[in-house]
């Protein structure tokens, strides 16, 4: 081995040896919590600032400052993280959706806190705790690695851990302190991402931006082990990192020079982005996130008020308008945001390479370098890098499809490291462009008028992916994923619609930001960005509009009224406490005001008007005795509205049900089978169903019918066999066409949409089923409502508690 190949890889090693220390700490948290700890880079950051406080600035022994930072410091941070973080949202629940949240916004608030006290300058003299030699970085790795998997397998610690992973309340139930697990494995993987701080501080430079990112780009190494086998995250990491050394040696002429210099610069990236792709998805278990609580309706004259302090700018004039022309390109971005996560309900932490990716095409374009294509104006160009970078948001919306929960949280991130680090980092990309702004808006005033233009044409197109039919559609999906297919809606095409729409509006608010800087700052929309944005307008509301303007201002004010980091710092508090009111601060505001009620819609007052006089009308009687009525007496409306028929005498037949509807098949299967991990849970089933009959199936709990009745709905493909429909094979169709052919299900719990009134969630079954009868929700809503009944024996429904009086039909 030539001395080049050999110093390159002990390079290597080097490097690997510190990414492995970080998947060892990310695998050891998640399987005691179930919690990948997004904030793992910025934990990590502060203990190498730490450390440099102490040996640096305060002249303390290395000795001294690294037993501070690693065995005090940074299990402590751990400990108070799942103690006041953590703990109370599994108390709460355990909501995928909040704790990502809460994640990162651990991560804002510690890198927001470390540029108020550090300052946002880069410094280059960390103090070197382990010497440059990579045996003794890799001999601290694989004596973790060991030491660790040791106490998994063979203690009665390792034991209660996986227990823990396996099924936290059966663990508990079992006498498990659970909560105890859960602490050490903070304050264990808080202690390797303080080891891994101190261990690459020297090497690169300490910023409390750059350091975070660059640990949480090895997430790959935990992703490839699955987020379980130690042996395997280290092995990954040791071999990303030799080969990321070797690719320095190649050096090759023409265009794939700059290309093999970037992936050689970041082939972590690469691992990431093929992990979080590619392989099989972790973070299953997680269940879509449904990041918007009920409605919460708008306080009056919020919208005055928004507009008003929009348009105060106008006044200002020098830097303070230099600085508000900012705001509402934000806020532009961030709407983009209440479209996927707050209406679609997909996680989305790559936006910031959409915005960045509008303002590159728009300088491109303007500047006459966009290839094909001839020099545009800047209005123009700016439309067009909206068309050209809207089709790009299928490169998170197609994953989506599949993904959900922590895995679209990491697809999603791996793309906007992806597009930042071979797109915007590189000179090929990005050297010599300027970007000015429209002829006739070069002031900042005039600029400023332009942007508000563009921004009510956001909220107007915002505000038709929130209403009607596709906003209807897009609140079923993200309350409730299953039951929304379940009610005919395209789940996979209106997943791509969310992020796709949500990419034009980002590239619209990158172009606008980058013309109102003058200039294409990569900085400006770093993957550091998407996470600050994504919980900035998670915390003030995701599906409020006028959240995401207030985030934008809030964003932009902070920051340059204050020092850097005070806008970071406050979201970051904001987001962990996003399990307390995940609605935003004016759900919690209203929550906390006292005598405030429930206000009823149209259709609930008319409801409760219906009730009351019925009740009025039919005065209370005991459960089995029935209300005489006089002679001849006409019957009421109550009789007439009341969908039931009437009671047959004793001994006659009862009376004939409703014709089979027409134009309906028969279903049936054939030798259907269904394992799961080598278990057989239907074997040759053969089954006809006929239309307008009911059919019933009986057996023991685990014979198989919960999954004969998900192979028939379509939320499960089975072995082998077939389902046919009127002798049509629909083995391979997915839910939301079985309910457009007609066969649609219910669930044992309800799946309902909680933000969608009972009105609108008739309209999504009757919009999405393709009825053509306006009048059929108007129908189902009076079918709905609860109807008084005295002309038979009945029984009191315990389950209408506030209208005691009433007899109901059981």
């Not at 819609?601 to 005489?628: D, I, M, V, Y």
Request: hydrophobic share 50%.
């Amino acid at each position: 081995m030539s001395s080049l190949t050999w110093d390159l890889t002990l390079a290597g090693l080097s490097v690997g040896s510190a990414a492995a220390l970080t998947g060892i700490g990310l695998i050891v948290t998640y399987r005691a919590t179930g919690v990948l700890n997004f904030a793992h880079g910025a934990i990590a950051m502060v203990c190498a600032y730490t450390l440099r406080q102490c040996v640096v600035e305060w002249g303390w022994p290395l000795w001294a400052g690294a037993l501070l930072t690693l065995l005090v410091l940074a299990p402590a941070l751990g400990v108070v993280l799942e103690r006041f973080v953590f703990r109370p949202l599994s108390v709460l629940g355990g909501d995928p959706a909040q704790t990502l949240v809460a994640s990162i916004g651990v991560f804002v608030l510690l890198v927001g806190g470390a540029a108020l006290l550090w300052g946002q300058g880069a410094r280059d003299d960390a103090p070197e705790l382990v010497p440059a030699d990579p045996w003794g970085q890799l001999a601290v790795v694989l004596v973790l690695a060991v030491g660790v998997g040791a106490v998994i397998r063979r203690t009665r610690f390792g034991r209660e851990l996986r227990a823990v992973v396996d099924d936290r309340r059966l663990a508990v139930l079992g006498g498990i302190d659970a909560d105890r697990v859960a602490a050490a494995g903070w304050a264990f993987g808080s202690f390797t991402a303080g080891l891994t701080g101190v261990l690459l501080a020297p090497y690169v430079r300490l910023d409390p931006y750059g350091l975070p990112l660059l640990v949480m780009e090895v997430v790959a190494v935990a992703v490839a082990a699955r987020m379980r086998s130690l042996p395997v995250a280290v092995l990954v990491a040791l071999a990303i990192g030799v080969a990321q050394s070797q690719l320095t040696r190649l050096h090759p002429s023409g265009w794939g020079e700059p290309l093999l210099q970037a992936v050689g610069a970041n082939l972590f990236v690469v691992a990431l982005l093929i992990a979080s792709l590619a392989l099989p998805r972790v973070g299953t278990r997680d269940a879509l996130p449904r990041t918007a609580t009920a409605r919460v309706p708008t306080p009056p004259g919020a919208w005055i008020v928004a507009a008003v302090l929009f348009l105060l700018p106008l006044g200002f004039a020098g830097s303070d308008l230099h600085t508000s022309v900012q705001v509402p390109a934000l806020g532009v971005v961030l709407l983009s945001l209440v479209v996927v996560t707050g209406r679609g309900g997909q996680i989305s932490l790559g936006q910031a390479a959409y915005a960045g990716l509008g303002a590159l095409f728009t300088a491109l374009l303007a500047a006459g370098r966009f290839p094909g294509l001839p020099r545009l104006p800047e209005l123009a160009a700016l439309a067009l890098a909206v068309l050209l970078v809207a089709p790009l948001g299928l490169l998170t919306g197609w994953p989506a499809i599949t993904r959900r929960g922590l895995a679209l949280a990491l697809a999603t991130f791996a793309v906007g490291v992806g597009v930042s680090r071979f797109v915007f980092a590189q000179p090929y990309a990005t050297s010599g462009l300027s970007l000015d702004r429209p002829e006739g808006f070069e002031g900042d005033r005039a600029y400023y008028v332009l942007e508000l233009a563009l921004l009510t044409l956001a909220l107007l197109a915002t505000r038709v992916l929130r209403r009607g039919r596709t906003g209807r559609a897009l609140a079923a999906l993200r309350d409730h994923e299953a039951g929304a297919s379940a009610a005919g809606v395209r789940v996979p095409a209106l997943k791509l619609l969310a992020f796709v729409a949500g990419a034009a509006l980002a590239a619209l608010g990158g172009g606008m930001l980058g013309m109102g800087l003058r200039a294409f700052d990569p900085g400006a929309y770093d993957p550091v960005r998407s996470l600050l944005w994504f919980a900035a307008v998670v915390v003030l509301g995701a599906d409020s509009t006028l959240g995401a303007l207030a985030a934008a201002a809030l964003l932009v004010g902070l920051d340059a009224g204050a020092r850097g980091g005070v806008a970071a710092a406050l979201i970051g508090v904001l987001a962990v406490l996003v399990g307390r009111f995940p609605g935003g601060p004016y759900e919690a505001v209203r929550r906390l005001r006292p005598g405030r009620r429930p206000t009823l819609t149209a259709k609930g007052r008319e409801a409760r008007h219906r009730l009351r006089s019925a009740q009025l009308s039919f005065p209370a009687t005991t459960a089995n005795t029935p209300r005489a009525e006089p002679a001849g007496a006409e019957p009421t409306p109550a009789h007439r509205r009341s969908p039931l028929p009437p009671p047959a005498a004793d001994g006659a037949a009862p009376p004939p049900g409703p014709p089979a509807p027409a134009g309906r098949g028969v279903l049936t299967t054939h030798n259907l089978q269904a394992r799961y991990d080598g278990f057989t849970a239907l074997d040759g089933i053969d089954l006809t169903v006929q239309p307008g009959r009911i059919t019933a199936i009986i057996g023991p709990n685990g014979a198989g019918k919960s999954t004969l009745f998900h192979c028939l709905a379509g939320t499960l493909r089975p072995t082998h066999g077939q389902v046919r429909y009127d002798n049509r094979n629909i083995t391979h169709l997915s839910p939301h066409a079985r309910t457009r052919l007609g066969i649609a299900r219910t669930f044992q719990q309800l799946a309902v949409f909680p933000t969608l009134t009972v009105t609108e969630n008739i309209q999504v079954g009757a919009e999405q089923g393709h009825i053509k009868d306006p009048e059929a929700p108007g129908r189902a809503l009076r079918l709905h409502q609860p109807t008084a009944c005295h002309s038979r024996p009945v029984r009191r429904y315990r389950g209408y508690r506030r209208f005691p009086d009433t007899h109901f039909i059981r």
